[in-house]
């Protein structure tokens, strides 16, 4: 059975079942993800509450601020 892969630079959606993430959390508490959901942003920006990047993918997605 062959894999069908998403186009490259594909942004990730819950309906269409060929997104894939990346996410790489590091030992001094970085995270780094590629082609994530709002949601997924939203678990991430909760594990590095520091990183704004990351609050603000999770945006549509209505993170708390921690400030």
Do not use: C, F, W
């Not at 990730?12 to 995270?31: C, H, P, Q």
């Not at 945006?59 to 921690?66: E, H, K």
Request: no cysteine; proline share 7%; hydrophobic share 50%.
């Amino acid at each position: 059975m062959k894999t069908r892969q998403a186009p490259g630079n594909y942004a990730a959606t819950l309906e269409d079942g060929l997104s894939s993430a990346e996410i790489l959390i590091l030992a001094d508490g970085r995270v780094l993800a590629h082609n994530i959901t709002p949601a997924v942003a939203a678990v991430l920006a909760e594990l590095a509450p520091h990183d704004e990047a990351m609050r603000l993918r999770a945006a549509p997605a209505q993170v708390p601020s921690s400030a």
